[in-house]
Nanobody, 129 residues
């Protein structure tokens, strides 16, 4: 069964940092692009970032560009999201998902949830003072 498990969320003050992890089980991530998404209370799912299968190409939503960094370690079947200078607006449940569509070369494709499948249960990020 293809599955993702996200971890690393928690409570952090504005301006702080967190590192999220997303580990796949039941399949190898080697041939899949992976995206991070988030959903705040009362809002729809929002694409945050994506990374190509070998990690050579990435893309970001404008709201997180220059603050977040996506990376991956295929030997660990894991994708990471380093989040810096967090703001109250970053509070959400963060999910990862996989796609075999080429998404990293186009921002609109990168953040489009419909291109992705195998969403995990998410990890909660709460930015609060």
């Amino acid at each position: 069964q293809l599955q993702f498990v996200e971890s690393g969320g928690g409570l952090v003050q504005p301006g702080g940092s967190l590192r999220l992890s997303c580990t796949a089980s039941g399949f190898s991530l080697d041939d899949w692009s992976v995206g991070w998404f988030r959903q705040a209370p009362g809002r729809g799912r929002e694409g945050v970032s994506c990374i190509s299968p070998r990690g050579g190409s990435t893309n970001y939503a404008d709201s997180v560009k220059d603050r977040f960094a996506i990376s991956r370690d295929n030997t660990k079947n894991t994708v990471f999201l380093e989040m810096n200078r967090l703001t109250l607006e970053d509070t959400a449940v963060y999910f990862c998902a996989a796609t075999q569509v080429i998404v990293t070369t186009d921002q609109a494709a990168c953040v489009q949830p419909l291109f992705y499948a195998h969403y995990g249960q998410g990890t909660h990020v709460n930015v609060s003072s």
